[in-house]
Nanobody, 122 residues
Framework: QVQLVESGGGLVQAGGSLRLSCAAS????????MGWFRQAPGKEREFVAV???????NYADSVKGRFTISRDNAKNIMYLQMNNLKPEDTAVYYC????????????????WGQGTQVTVSS
């Protein structure tokens, strides 16, 4: 199956930036939508952003204008550029993929990475 590996997490101060990457391997010949989700302690896993194969994107209201999702299909890598980070962004960020169209619902994704920790200090 498809394997996903996130990287780029870390500790930053409020207002700083991080760039997360999600590298896909395995059966990547098919068309997949890829998305980012995050989960903070005591919270439900929530949608962050999604990008389709063509590059069309959608964002959660909480990150719109601050985060940018993109993908390099040739390299099978998806990115999440996070700017103006806030303490509320602190969470484990997960990369996810699904064949065909993506959505904001975690239950529709078939493949998940192990997550990368993002911590934003005030």
């Amino acid at each position: 199956q498809v394997q996903l590996v996130e990287s780029g997490g870390g500790l930053v101060q409020a207002g700083g930036s991080l760039r997360l990457s999600c590298a896909a391997s395995g059966r990547t010949g098919s068309s997949y939508a890829m998305g980012w989700f995050r989960q903070a302690p005591g919270k439900e896993r929530e949608f962050v952003a999604v990008t389709g194969w063509s590059g069309v994107t959608n964002y959660a209201d909480s990150v719109k204008g601050r985060f940018t999702i993109s993908r390099d299909n040739a390299k099978n890598i998806m990115y999440l550029q996070m700017n103006n980070l806030k303490p509320e962004d602190t969470a484990v960020y997960y990369c996810a993929a699904v064949r065909g169209a993506g959505s904001k619902w975690a239950s529709t994704y078939d493949y998940w990475g192990q997550g990368t920790q993002v911590t934003v200090s005030s």
